[in-house]
């Protein structure tokens, strides 16, 4: 329309120039109507079966913790982060140590520290890739070669991306939104820090690049981390400067559920991977279940993370909260839809439970997902968030219509 109205503009000077012009740009019109995007998939094909909504159990934890073998932590040896996450009902923490403090060799530091092992408490092999181009959190079940991916850090993304796969790792985008933010492809991760630390206003960002992830077709699975570096001193004189913080933000600010089909490391990944996850600020505020029926027959057949495909049937949805909400509260229940705000609803009692309808357009790709406000659930062992997460009380991840698996 630009190009139309400079033509018309300079019609005044020259009629001749003008017919030519409109006719070029009148077939280039034509021509952009009748056009087919080849990239974008008309038909997706048969979707992988959606797996078992009750086989399998929730577990919860934090995925981002530095101990002291990331060189800038305080009072924090592994010995205290695994205390503290049993003491507060942690399943699973993955501590992500910085590995260029290590040159790389976190196997060498963090995995063969001693304090390295629990007998309940699941750990995650992983580390912060901590790079010039940004910061990405690693997870696996077995120990792997970090080294190798700490060696391509500086490489081309095509380089990097390679080594990560043959690797076999999940790799996650850290605080994206903000200083050291991930610089690389989102192609190469499996989710996004969409909830870092306990102070939540300042993930605002990161929610806009997930929800922009979202809209163009990559299932990415949104996560949380507490990023805490600082534990609280033995004795005053071990304070730092920052043993403030290990009262403000530290082990489950914000908290990471997964819904696993095994108690194993494995099953914590996959879930994550999956995307059957979601985020509360601390371990004892409500977790949120999000769930769909599409066939209205009054059982739920799908949750947060999975994807199927719209059938032009009403879906029902259902928005739960469980474990610790508050009796007498009041939780604000925001529904994003396609990353515009779609619906609120207000929800109280002991377990609140919100349902709605929506039809979600045949052929094409949507997604529902799901955003808790409300009062904070005391955290009397890091009394400081509760002020720092505001009225943040949870996030889900999506359930999605017509995503293709082979993104
Ligand atoms: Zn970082
Ligand atoms: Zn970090």
Known sequence: MRLLEMALHKSFVCTGMLLTMAC????????????????????????????????????????HLHSRHSTESSNNPISKIVAFSKSVGMDYIGITDHD????GDVAHHTWIDPEFKTDSL??????????????????????????????????RDVVTAGVKKKLGIHLSANHPSGKDHFGYSYD?????????????PKNANAIMIWDDML????KLTGRG??????????????????????????????????????????GVIDALTNGRVCVSANPYAPRVEFYADLDEDGKMDMMMGDNAKSTGKPV??????????LPDASYTINVIKNGGPFATFQATGKLPVVEF???????????????????????????????????????????????????
Not at 123 to 148: C, I, M, V
Not at 215 to 218: A, L, N, Q, V
Not at 316 to 325: D, E, M, P, W
């Open 24 to 63: 070029s740009l009148s077939s280039s019109v034509m021509a952009q109507s009748g056009h087919v995007n080849p990239w974008e998939k008309k038909y997706i094909g048969k979707l992988p079966p959606i797996a078992s909504l009750t086989e399998g159990m929730w577990l919860k934890g934090d995925l």
């Open 100 to 103: 260029n403090h290590v040159n």
């Open 122 to 155: 699941l750990l995650l092999y992983g580390a912060e890739w901590t790079t010039t181009r940004g910061h990405g959190n690693t997870f696996s079940a077995k120990p792997y070669d970090h080294q190798q991916l700490y060696d391509v850090r500086d490489q």
């Open 188 to 200: 190469m991760i499996e989710s996004i820090e969409v909830w870092n630390s306990a102070v939540w």
């Open 215 to 218: 809209s163009s077709g990559h």
């Open 225 to 266: 981390g507490s990023d805490a570096h600082h534990g609280v001193p033995d004795s005053p004189e071990k304070a730092t400067k920052n043993s403030v913080q290990a009262t403000a933000n530290y082990v489950g600010t914000p908290t990471t559920w997964v819904f696993a089909k095994t108690r194993t490391s494995q």
């Open 316 to 325: 029902k949805f259902r928005v739960q909260l469980s474990g610790n909400a």
């Open 357 to 407: 309808t929506d039809t979600p357009v045949t052929g094409k790709r949507s997604y529902y997902r799901v955003v808790v406000e409300g009062p904070q659930t005391a955290y009397p062992q890091v009394p400081g968030s509760m002020a720092l997460s505001e009225n943040m009380v949870a996030l889900s991840n999506p359930i999605c219509f017509n995503f293709d698996p082979d993104f």
